[in-house]
């Protein structure tokens, strides 16, 4: 959307104020966003500019200016992207291994938001940068499902979902060792690492985190060390959650040059973890939608190299 939008309106019932009278008319803007245009002066009353609380009355003339979306600072490129569904409204993506979602320090380019650009290079933005609705975000090293918004009504209400944990995430990890049981809850707060501030950690005031898990095979390697393949769900949704969350419990997963041993006794190319479903109410009609990626061939040849226990 490369031109500024203008709506006019003419008051019929009175009593109401500005910000809300707007917000019923322009359902694609939130409040927040319609009271920054009215400070900003794109909103105007019988020609004047008042403030938000400002009761309409009836016959008066509502005129709202919506400015053009600042380009981006991420340029579009080419890159394949794997979809698995795209409509109107969002796009889901079977994001690889090894591909940054949003750039940001050390890395500008080949990132999910530079494929998308590219994908979908008229995507809204409502008076503000224009950009990929990124809502949620997987590690550069964690392959699987991510959604992104299309437009600015479609942002808001899965952010909103994903605020109220009402998204169902679930996720298939490789973790070192054998956990004793065959299903668990973890739930302990993560947030910066004391010293290591590039790092998550389980403290003291962090913020909420819950991890549900259950073992979906046992297995070990040939020097007979084992390893545990793990159905985990996401209740929360913190940096690193569940690298973090399972290294707290001792059973770091495969791969993870972070959290993980120094000296791992099974080598891989990226920390085995894969996002394998994501269930979220469609931002249009509601329905309930479920996407799923399978495991790639990377983390399958982790797999293929151990041995299950019976």
């Known amino acids: 959307m490369s031109e500024a939008r203008h709506y006019a309106f003419t008051v019929e019932e009175g009593g109401e104020r500005l910000d809300r009278f707007l917000a019923a008319r322009l359902p694609e803007l939130s409040r927040a966003a319609i009271q920054r245009l009215i400070a900003e002066g794109e909103v105007r009353l019988e020609g004047a500019v008042v403030r938000p609380s400002r009761k309409v009355r009836p016959g008066e003339r509502v005129e709202v200016r919506i400015p053009a979306p ?6 579009p490129e080419p ?13 889901v993506i079977n994001k690889p291994a ?25 995507l809204q933005g409502i008076g503000g940068e224009v950009r990929p609705g990124i809502v949620h975000r997987l590690d550069k ?26 998204v169902r995430k679930q996720y298939v990890a490789l973790v070192i060792g054998a956990l004793p049981q065959p299903e668990g809850f973890i739930e302990a707060p993560i947030g910066r690492h004391r ?30 060390h084992p390893y545990t393949l ?13 690298r973090v969350h399972f290294a707290w419990l001792g059973f770091p997963l495969v791969g993870d040059r972070t959290y993980g041993p120094r000296h791992p006794p099974l080598e891989a190319p990226r920390q085995c973890l894969h996002a394998r479903e994501l ?11 479920t ?17 299950e226990l019976r």
């Not at 591909?99 to 590219?118: D, E, I, Q, W, Y």
């Not at 269930?279 to 939608?289: D, L, N, Q, R």
């Open 195 to 224: 010293i290591h501030r590039h790092k998550m950690a389980v403290v003291a005031n962090g913020k909420e985190a819950r991890t549900r898990w259950r073992v979906l095979q046992r297995l070990r390697d040939g020097a007979g």
């Open 141 to 166: 090293e964690t392959s699987g499902v991510i959604v992104v918004a299309k437009t600015e009504q479609a942002l808001r209400n899965l952010q909103r979902q994903f605020k109220r944990r009402t």
């Open 70 to 75: 600042r380009p981006s600072t991420a340029q």
């Open 279 to 289: 269930t979220i109410h469609h931002p249009t009609t509601g329905e309930v939608m």
């Open 98 to 122: 090894g591909m940054v979602v949003h750039p940001g320090a050390g890395t500008r380019s080949g990132t999910l938001v530079n494929a998308v650009l590219a994908h979908c290079p008229d």
């Open 291 to 307: 996407f799923s990626a399978p495991l790639p061939d990377d983390f399958r040849a982790v797999l293929d190299s151990l041995v």
């Open 230 to 242: 793990v159905e985990v769900a996401l209740l929360t949704g913190r940096t690193h959650q569940i």
């Open 79 to 91: 890159i394949p992207l794997d979809i698995l569904y795209e409509d109107a409204a969002i796009l």
